[in-house]
C-alpha cells in the first residue's frame, strides 16, 4: 500500500498511539497491521477508526489489550531444530574459537517475546563452555516491546507443553521441577538479559558475536528493514553471525550481509567503509629527477587507478580522453575505443552534466569543483545521484596537465537521509523511557536485577517486532488435520465398497446360472463360476475381452443381433435356446436370456445361461425324492 493509498483516518490513530504511548508502529508493514487493529476492533463491535481512537481516550486499558492483538509473541524452545543444530556445530563453536579465552561473549535476542529463545542460547553455550566459564565470558541481551512478555521471560517459569522440544538430558540438566512448572536454573539465567526496547526508535546494542532475530524484520516495510539492518550491522563485530528466521533473505540488502548458510539463514557481516572518505586524488606527475622511480611503479599506478571504487576519468589539456577507470567503464558504457577522443565527442561531456564549462572554471579558479547530488536518469526511469569533482591536474610551474573528473554514486545516501533525521528524532525520547524503566523496576529484589539490565540493554537500544508466520503454521496444522479427517472417511467408503464387492461375488457365486454381464463395446465385465463351468474359460481369461472373440462351444456370432437389439433399447428382454458344446464336448441345449443392463450410468447387457439337460435332470431326481419321501 503506497502513502497515497493510506487511509488517513487509520493514519491518524497510529499518531495518536505513538503521542499517547510511544509506540510507532509506521514502519510495521500497513495490510498487517490494519488487518490485527480491525480484528481488535470488530471484538468490541466498533466499525470505524475514530470511534476506536475515542474508545480509546475514554477506556486506556484497551492499549493493553490492542498491543497483546498487534505484538503476537510465538515462539518456542529450539524452534526449527535444525537451525539450531547447525548453530551449535559450527557456530558456536568457531564463535569460540576465534576469542581470546579471557574475551567476553555478547549474544542479543532482538524480538525475544516469552525468553525461549534466550535460554536455547544459554543452554548451548553453557553445554559448550561449561556453566562456570559460561557465567563468566557470556552476556545475553534479550529484548521485546512487550511488557507482558518480557516478565513472563524474567520469571523463567515454564508448562511441561513448553519444554518438550527441549531434549530430556538438557531439559533435566537446566530445568527444575517445582510444582507442575519447569523453572530455568538460576545460576544460569543471571547471564540473561531482558529489557524493553523498540528497534525503530532505539540504537542498537554493539559489540554483538552473535545477533539472533527470527521472523521480526518480515512486518516491517523494505525501508524499515533497510534502517533495522544498518543497526544490525553497526552493532556486529566484523566476524560476527546474524542468525534470521525462515521467512528472512536479505535479498534486498546484500551490501551489508552475505549469506553464510542460507537454508538456516546464518548470514555475516560485510565490512563496508565511508565511500566519501575513499574517494581518489590524481596525484601530480613527479620531476624528471624521479622519472627512473616512476617508471618502475607506473603499471603499480595503473592497477591502483583502475581498480578504484568511484569512477574516474582523466582528460588532458586539449580536451583528450586519456584515462579511463573500470568503474567509470561501467557506469558510463565507455571502451578502450574511446581512449584519444575529444571529450565533446561523447556523451559523457553533457549528460549528467555539462563537463566542459566546468573544466574551464577549474583551471580559471585554478580549484577543484564539486558538483553534489546531480540526478542521472537511468534507461529503467530510476534515478541515480551523483558527486561530481573536478580537480585541476598542475605541473610545479603552475602549467596544467589536464583534469581529473570523479564520479561518486550517492544515491544510497540521499535515501537514507530521510531515515537518519527520524532516527534523531526518535533518540530524543530514550531519556524519559529510561527514566520510567527505571521506576518500575525498583519494587523487589527481582525488579533490582532488572532495573541493571535495563538500563545496560536500554543505552545500547533495540527494536523488535511479532511473528505472524507461527499463527499461519498452526492454521495450516488444523488443515491437515482435516484432511487427515476426510483420509479416514474414505478409508471407511473404500472398506465398505470392497464389502458390497465380496457380497455381490457371492451371489453370483450362489447362482446355478451362468451369469456373463458385457459392457457397451461386447467386452466382458462380469464372468461367474458357473460360466467358467460350462465353457471351459476362468475369468481372468475373458475379462475385458469381447463375448464374440471366445473360442467356446456357444455359437456366439447368433447372439450379436440380439445384444445390439437389448444394447439399443429395442427390446428389454430376450430368451432363446441354442445348440451348444459344453467344456466336456458334451452336446447340450442351452437356455439363454438377454437383459440390458439397467439403474447404472453404463451401458450394458446381462446374459444367463443354463445347461437345459442338467435342469432337468436335477427337477427328475428332486421329484423322485419328493415320491420316495411321499411312499
Known sequence: MTSAERDPKFENLLIYLTQNRGFDFTGYKRSTLMRRVVKRMQSLTIENFEEYQDYLEVYPEEFDDLFNTILINVTAFFRDSSAWEYIA?????????????????????????????????????????????????????????????????????????????????????????????????????????????????????????????????????????????????????????????????????????????????IFTKVSTVNLRDRLLVMANLADDQSSNRLARHIRLRDMGFDTAPIAQIIIDINGILVMVNEQARTLFALSPKDLARPLQDLELSYRPVELRSLIERAYSERRPITLTNVERYLSNTEIQYLDVQITPLQETDTSFLGVSISFHDVTRYIKLQDALQRSQQELETTNEELQSTNEELETTNEELQSTNEELETTNEELQSTNEELETMNEELQSTNEELQTINNELSERTAELNRTNIFLTSILKSLQTGIVVIDSSFNISIWNYMAEDLWGLRTDEVMEKSIFSLDIGLPVEQLRSPIRDSLSGKKQFQEMILDATNRRGRQIKCYLAITPLLGIEMQGAVLMMVDIDRVNSMISTQDMEERRQQE
Open 89 to 265: 556445530d559450527q557456530i558456536l563453536p568457531k564463535l569460540i574459537r576465534n576469542k581470546k579465552t579471557s574475551d567476553p561473549i555478547r549474544i542479543w535476542s532482538a524480538g525475544c517475546a516469552s525468553g525461549e529463545e534466550a535460554y536455547t542460547l544459554a543452554m548451548l553455550m553453557a553445554e559448550i563452555l561449561g556453566a562456570e566459564e559460561f557465567r563468566q565470558r557470556v552476556k545475553i541481551y534479550a529484548t521485546d516491546v512487550d511488557e507482558d512478555a518480557l516478565n513472563q521471560a524474567r520469571l523463567a517459569v515454564y508448562s511441561a507443553k513448553d519444554v518438550q522440544t527441549v531434549p530430556d538430558e538438557v531439559r533435566q540438566k537446566y530445568f527444575e521441577i517445582v510444582g507442575h512448572h519447569y523453572v530455568f536454573r538460576q545460576d544460569v539465567r543471571r547471564s540473561v538479559i531482558f529489557g524493553r526496547h523498540d528497534l525503530l526508535q532505539d540504537a542498537p546494542i554493539s559489540r554483538l558475536d552473535l545477533l539472533v532475530s527470527r521472523n521480526t524484520l518480515m512486518y516491517f516495510n523494505s525501508e524499515t528493514q533497510g534502517r533495522i539492518l544498518s543497526r544490525f550491522h553497526f552493532a556486529l563485530n566484523d566476524n560476527g553471525y546474524l542468525f534470521l528466521g525462515k521467512a528472512e533473505m536479505l535479498l534486498m540488502h546484500s551490501s551489508l550481509f552475505m549469506p553464510l548458510d542460507l537454508k538456516n539463514r
